[in-house]
C-alpha cells in the first residue's frame, strides 16, 4: 500500500531556481527517505530524516518533517539541468522498522 | 565500487518461458530486496530478505519466487511469467535489517512479457 504522496506529480523550472517536492503520510513513522531516480536507471538515495529530527541538509538539499502535519519537504536550492528527475520519498512505519512505503514519485524538469 | 548488479537490463518473452533476473551486490548487505516499478502504482514490494535462507513476501509476491542461498546473491524467478509480469523490475538491499539505512538500487531490468 501506498502511504507516501508526494506534491506535485510534476515541476518545471529554469536553472538556478529552486524547487521544492512535498511529501504526505497517514501513519506515525520511524523515519522518513528522499530518493532520486534518473530515467531509465535505479534510485538513488538522497537523504534520510528521522521522526525526532525537524530538519536536515545535505549540499543543496534541505528536507524538513513536520509529524504533526504529517509531511515533508524537500527543498533543491540552485537547480541544476542534472538535477532533473524523479524524486520519491518512502516512509519506515513506527510499527514495522523493516519496511519503507514509496509514494508515487514528484517528476522535476530543470530547464537550462 | 559498491553497487547492485542486475541482469539483464531488458528482456522481452514470451508466457509460460520461465525466466530468472539476478541480482547480486558487493557491499556484504544483509537486506535484499525486489521491486517492480508500474506507472501509476509506484514503487511496490515484491519479496525480501533479511539474511542467507530467510525470505519473506512483499506486497506483490503471486507469480514469483526467490532464493537466497548466499548472501551476495537474491535472484527473482518467473515460474510460467504472463503479460501483467510485465513491468520495471528493481533489486536493491541494505547493510542492516532496520529501515533507518539507505538502500541501494539496481539499474533495473525491463521485462516484456507478450
Known amino acids: 500500500s501506498q502511504q507516501g504522496e508526494e506534491d506535485p506529480q510534476a515541476l518545471s523550472i529554469q536553472e538556478g531556481e529552486n524547487a521544492t517536492m512535498n511529501c504526505s503520510y497517514k501513519?506515525?513513522?520511524?523515519?522518513l527517505q528522499w530518493y532520486r531516480q534518473n530515467s531509465g536507471r535505479g534510485l538513488v538515495h538522497l537523504i534520510l530524516?528521522?521522526?525526532n529530527e525537524r530538519e536536515k541538509h545535505s549540499g543543496r538539499l534541505r528536507v524538513t518533517l513536520d509529524t504533526s502535519k504529517k509531511s515533508s519537504s524537500l527543498l533543491i536550492t540552485a537547480s541544476r539541468a542534472a538535477d532533473t528527475a524523479s524524486y520519491f520519498c518512502?516512509?519506515?512505519?513506527?510499527?514495522?522498522?523493516?519496511?519503507?512505503?514509496w509514494g508515487l514519485g514528484t517528476s522535476l524538469a530543470v530547464n537550462p | 565500487e559498491a553497487q547492485v548488479t542486475q541482469n539483464p537490463r531488458y528482456l522481452i518473452t514470451v508466457t509460460g518461458k520461465k525466466l530468472t533476473v539476478t541480482c547480486s551486490q558487493n557491499?556484504?548487505?544483509?537486506?535484499m530486496s525486489w521491486y517492480r516499478q508500474d506507472p501509476g502504482l509506484g514503487l511496490r514490494q515484491i519479496y525480501y530478505?533479511?539474511?542467507?535462507?530467510?525470505?519473506d513476501k512483499g506486497d506483490v509476491p503471486e507469480g514469483y519466487k526467490v532464493s537466497r542461498k548466499e548472501k551476495r546473491n537474491f535472484p527473482l524467478i518467473l515460474e510460467s511469467p504472463s503479460p501483467n509480469q510485465t513491468s520495471l523490475y528493481f533489486c536493491?538491499?541494505?547493510?542492516?535489517?532496520?529501515?533507518?539505512?539507505?538502500?541501494?538500487f539496481g539499474d533495473g531490468t525491463r521485462l516484456s512479457i507478450l
Open positions: 557491499m556484504n548487505h544483509e537486506y
Open positions: 501513519t506515525s513513522i520511524n523515519n
Open positions: 530478505s533479511m539474511n542467507v535462507e530467510v525470505t
Open positions: 518512502a516512509t519506515a512505519n513506527a510499527g514495522n522498522n523493516r519496511k519503507l512505503i
Open positions: 530524516i528521522r521522526s
Open positions: 536493491a538491499s541494505r547493510r542492516g535489517t532496520a529501515s533507518n539505512q539507505p538502500q541501494h
